[in-house]
C-alpha cells in the first residue's frame, strides 16, 4: 500500500488542565516557554504574553489566598478562571495548527507542551454466527450501523442457492429457530439506516448447525 493511501488519523489534544492551582501554573509557565520561538506558532491566540500575565496574576492570587485573608479566595478562583479560559482558547488555536498538517499533527501539539489525546481502538464488530442455546438455533451478531438503523437476515440450507427470510430487527443482533440440525446453514445480513436507506447484503458466513 502506498503511503498516499494510508489513511492518517486526526491527532488531537488532551488538554487536562490539573486540578491543583500550583500545578496549573507550571501546567501554563510549561507551554509558554514550549511556544515561546517555536516557528509552528507565528500568532498564538491569545498572545503569550496575555497567558504569561494570567500565570502571573494566578500565581500571585495563590499566594495571597494562603493568608487566607478576606476575599482572596474569591479574588484567586476568578484569576484560575481567567487562565483555564485562556488556556482553552490557546487548545483551539494549537489544535488548527496541527490540522492544517495532519501528518505531522502529534509532533506539533507536542513541541506546544500539550499532550495528545489517545486513540481508543474500536474495532468494527464482524458478521459472526455461533451456535444458539437450543437445538436448531443459530444467535447472529453483525456490525452496529448507527442510531434508528433495522436490520434484515437471510438463511440458506442449499449453500446459497436459495435465502429464506428471518424477522427484522432494529437491533444487529437476531436468533434464528428451526433449523435443519446437523447442516451447515449461510447466513447473511443488509442494514437499512435513515441516511443511507438500505445497504448491500453482506458477505455470507456459516455455521453448521447442531
Given at each position: 500500500m502506498?503511503?498516499?493511501?494510508?489513511?492518517?488519523?486526526?491527532?488531537?489534544?488532551?488538554?487536562?488542565?490539573?486540578?491543583?492551582?500550583?500545578?496549573?501554573?507550571?501546567?501554563?509557565?510549561?507551554?509558554v516557554?514550549?511556544?515561546?520561538?517555536?516557528?509552528?506558532?507565528?500568532t498564538p491566540t491569545?498572545?503569550?504574553?496575555?497567558?504569561t500575565?494570567?500565570?502571573?496574576?494566578?500565581?500571585?492570587?495563590?499566594?495571597?489566598?494562603?493568608?487566607?485573608?478576606?476575599?482572596?479566595?474569591?479574588?484567586?478562583?476568578?484569576?484560575?478562571?481567567?487562565?483555564?479560559?485562556?488556556?482553552?482558547?490557546?487548545?483551539?488555536?494549537?489544535?488548527?495548527?496541527?490540522?492544517?498538517?495532519?501528518?505531522?499533527?502529534?509532533?506539533?501539539?507536542?513541541s506546544?507542551?500539550?499532550?495528545?489525546?489517545k486513540?481508543?481502538?474500536?474495532?468494527?464488530?464482524?458478521?459472526?454466527?455461533?451456535?444458539?442455546?437450543?437445538?436448531?438455533?443459530?444467535?447472529?451478531?453483525?456490525?452496529?450501523?448507527?442510531?434508528?438503523?433495522?436490520?434484515?437476515?437471510?438463511?440458506?440450507?442449499?449453500?446459497?442457492?436459495?435465502?429464506?427470510?428471518?424477522?427484522?430487527?432494529?437491533?444487529?443482533?437476531?436468533?434464528?429457530?428451526?433449523?435443519?440440525?446437523?447442516?451447515?446453514?449461510?447466513?447473511?445480513?443488509?442494514?437499512?439506516?435513515?441516511k443511507?436507506?438500505?445497504g448491500?447484503?453482506?458477505?455470507?458466513?456459516?455455521?453448521?448447525?447442531?
Amino acid at each position: 500500500m502506498s503511503a498516499a493511501s494510508k489513511s492518517i488519523h486526526r491527532a488531537t489534544i488532551s488538554l487536562g488542565i490539573p486540578k491543583k492551582n500550583a500545578d496549573v501554573i507550571l501546567y501554563a509557565s510549561n507551554i509558554v516557554q514550549k511556544m515561546t520561538g517555536n516557528p509552528a506558532f507565528s500568532t498564538p491566540t491569545p498572545t503569550l504574553a496575555a497567558l504569561t500575565a494570567a500565570t502571573n496574576d494566578l500565581h500571585s492570587a495563590e499566594t495571597a489566598a494562603l493568608s487566607r485573608a478576606k476575599g482572596s479566595a474569591t479574588v484567586r478562583d476568578d484569576k484560575r478562571t481567567v487562565l483555564v479560559s485562556l488556556l482553552q482558547q490557546l487548545d483551539g488555536y494549537v489544535q488548527s495548527i496541527a490540522d492544517a498538517t495532519p501528518e505531522n499533527g502529534a509532533a506539533i501539539i507536542e513541541s506546544a507542551g500539550l499532550a495528545v489525546r489517545k486513540m481508543t481502538a474500536h474495532g468494527k464488530r464482524a458478521f459472526a454466527a455461533k451456535q444458539g442455546a437450543l437445538a436448531g438455533s443459530a444467535t447472529l451478531t453483525a456490525a452496529t450501523a448507527g442510531p434508528r438503523s433495522s436490520y434484515e437476515w437471510q438463511y440458506s440450507i442449499d449453500g446459497g442457492k436459495s435465502w429464506a427470510f428471518a424477522p427484522a430487527t432494529t437491533q444487529g443482533k437476531t436468533a434464528v429457530a428451526g433449523l435443519p440440525s446437523g447442516t451447515t446453514v449461510q447466513f447473511r445480513y443488509l442494514a437499512v439506516t435513515p441516511k443511507g436507506g438500505q445497504g448491500d447484503w453482506s458477505p455470507a458466513v456459516a455455521l453448521l448447525v447442531k
